[in-house]
């Protein structure tokens, strides 16, 4: 039968066998070309499609064997080895199956949720903006889809994690528009550094939501501080006497500050921002520490100037009243400053308030003022009174101290020299990662091409390509067990259990990364440093096995 007359499935048959031939692996080719030939003597259709399922079934486990026999080769070959597996010159020592199972292994360690989560802090680390740009897309998706799906709680946290304004006050009165019960983090998404501004409209629905609240007083107070003494810092300064006199010209601050003194609560949202910032990070470990780190960073707090110079006035107006022969009246106003310093000064403290110490720095010269008030009016027993409770007020000021500062000792500093293990790790991984493919890639490029490269070069070539891999391996686990510690603090802090008491501490741990990071400009001369002792040692490794064999040969 000539082939014009063959059926359409008997010609696709013998064009499908021939086109397998040209890429038949070369061990079992000739067995290939046989059945080819021999598909051109079959007339029944159906058994010529037999025969090519048979075919290719032949093709595939011959690809399999040619590939387990490549795998077995090492880097660089491609043909079988000498006489006795003998390995030739120029080739490493280790198979391809071994080198692609330690990158696997290495591979997958870095897939698991510690590796991953470790990878997403590092990549944040090493950003040297306020926040890297691939958190900002992170929190920029949240908010997008928790427009889509509504969910105010989502896109409440995005406004106070975002650090650029026109977008997080955007975002912030959507969620309040959604859930006005969300509208205390109009107090929690500030914009970042000292020249943030809450908007005017922000702070009346804060003191419509919470009109008992003193601490949305202080934040009212503390716009009109800031608008009037920036500018006085900017030309130089002010004194004390100065910024006193510019705010006790000011009916409208003092209006706020006496608000703030006769309310009847302080919060300060910490706790209601915590929880929110731990339900999403639960919801979301993709999110990185810094972006937590911005959301906590993004809490207003009044300037600790109203708390003092409202302080000095109160004192300085008591005085007045005193020469003036009104001592109830005086007593009234420095009792009313020292309620006021030890209501909020105590549930600050419950609350990590930054303003905590000079709330107790303003309420104890309150007492200290009320007690010369009552020697100088003849009730000395009074006077007693008061001087224990200052007495008392310094004694637990100075041992909360103490106990802050081993706290802080004990909590923080191992964290940044675990850090700095993370980082080591990382840099570990991307040079061997590096190293590795080059390596092995230039010896595959020269099997394809069937070129040699000898000397020191190939000697180099296939000393990393040998232990390359089972050095990155070892990074890779490195980075697992140096960021364990991280790992742990941050899930008991998702978990509402974290160990570290204080706003400030957390941000600390938070950042520690960022303390040890190749980016930090104030570890420079230490990374300097310990790239040069592992540069010196790497070359010593690399090199060694070639002065030995030179001094053999």
Not at 160 to 166: A, K, M, T
Not at 272 to 281: A, E, N, R, S, T
Not at 458 to 470: Q, T
Request: charged content about 20%; proline content about 4%; hydrophobic content about 45%.
């Amino acid at each position: 039968m000539t082939s014009d007359r063959k059926p359409l499935l008997l010609r696709a048959t013998e064009w499908s066998l021939r086109r397998l031939v040209r890429v038949w692996p070369l061990e079992t080719r000739e067995w290939a070309a046989a059945m080819a030939t021999e598909a051109g003597e079959i007339e029944n259709p159906w058994a010529a499609l037999r025969w090519l399922l048979g075919g290719v079934l032949f093709f595939l486990r011959s690809v399999a064997s040619h590939f387990l026999a490549w795998m077995r080769l090492p880097v660089g070959a491609n043909s079988p080895l000498g006489a006795g597996g003998n390995r030739p010159a120029g080739l490493p020592r280790h198979s391809r199956l071994v080198t692609a199972t330690l990158l696997l292994a290495a591979m997958a360690l870095l897939l698991l949720p510690q590796g991953r989560e470790a990878l997403i802090a590092i990549r944040s680390s090493w950003s040297n903006s306020e926040m890297a740009a691939s958190d900002k897309r992170a929190i920029e998706d949240l908010a997008a889809r928790a427009i889509r799906e509504r969910d105010a709680r989502k896109l409440a946290f995005a406004a106070v994690s975002y650090p650029e304004p026109g977008k997080s006050n955007a975002w912030a009165e959507q969620a309040v528009a959604m859930d006005p019960a969300l509208r205390w983090i109009y107090a929690s998404h500030a914009t970042r550094g000292m020249r943030w501004e809450i908007p005017e409209s922000h702070l009346q629905a804060l003191r419509e939501f919470d009109p008992h609240n003193a601490f949305v007083y202080l934040l009212s107070a503390d716009r009109i501080y800031r608008s009037k003494l920036f500018p006085l810092h900017d030309q130089g300064g002010a004194t004390k006497s100065q910024i006193n006199q510019i705010l006790a010209g000011d009916s409208e601050w003092l209006g706020w500050m006496d608000e703030a003194a006769r309310a009847t609560r302080y919060e300060n949202y910490v706790e209601k921002g915590q929880q929110l910032q731990q339900q999403i990070w639960r919801e979301d470990r993709s999110f990185s520490p810094d972006v937590i780190a911005q959301s906590i960073q993004s809490q207003a707090w009044p300037d600790a100037g109203n708390l003092l110079a409202y302080g000095d006035l109160l004192i300085q107006r008591a005085r007045e009243f005193h020469l003036e022969g009104r001592d109830a009246e005086a007593e009234r106003s420095l009792q009313l400053l020292a309620d006021f310093a030890e209501r909020a000064g105590t549930i600050g403290r419950n609350q990590r308030d930054l303003n905590g110490w000079i709330l107790e720095t303003v309420r104890q010269k309150s007492l200290i003022e009320l007690g010369t008030l009552y020697r100088s009016s003849g009730k000395t027993d009074r006077a007693v009174v008061v001087d224990v409770e200052v007495a008392n007020l310094k004694k637990s000021r100075m041992e909360r101290n103490s106990s802050h500062g081993q706290t802080f000792d004990s909590l923080i500093s191992p964290f940044l020299w675990k850090g700095l293990f993370v980082q080591l790790s990382a840099l570990a991984i991307l040079l061997f990662a590096a190293i590795s493919f080059l390596s092995l890639s230039s010896l595959e490029i020269d099997a394809v091409l069937q070129s040699k490269t000898v000397g020191m070069w190939s000697r180099i070539r296939c000393f990393v390509a040998d232990y390359g891999p089972l050095v990155l391996l070892a990074a890779c686990a490195s980075l697992l067990l140096a960021y364990r510690p991280f790992e742990q603090a941050f899930a008991q802090f998702r978990s509402g259990a974290t160990p570290v008491p204080t706003q400030g501490q957390m941000m600390l741990l938070l950042y520690s990364l960022h303390f040890a990071s190749p980016t930090n400009l104030g570890s420079a001369f230490w990374w300097w440093m310990i790239t040069l002792s592992l540069s010196a040692l790497a070359m010593f490794i690399l090199f060694r096995p070639l002065w030995k064999r030179r001094a053999a040969a």
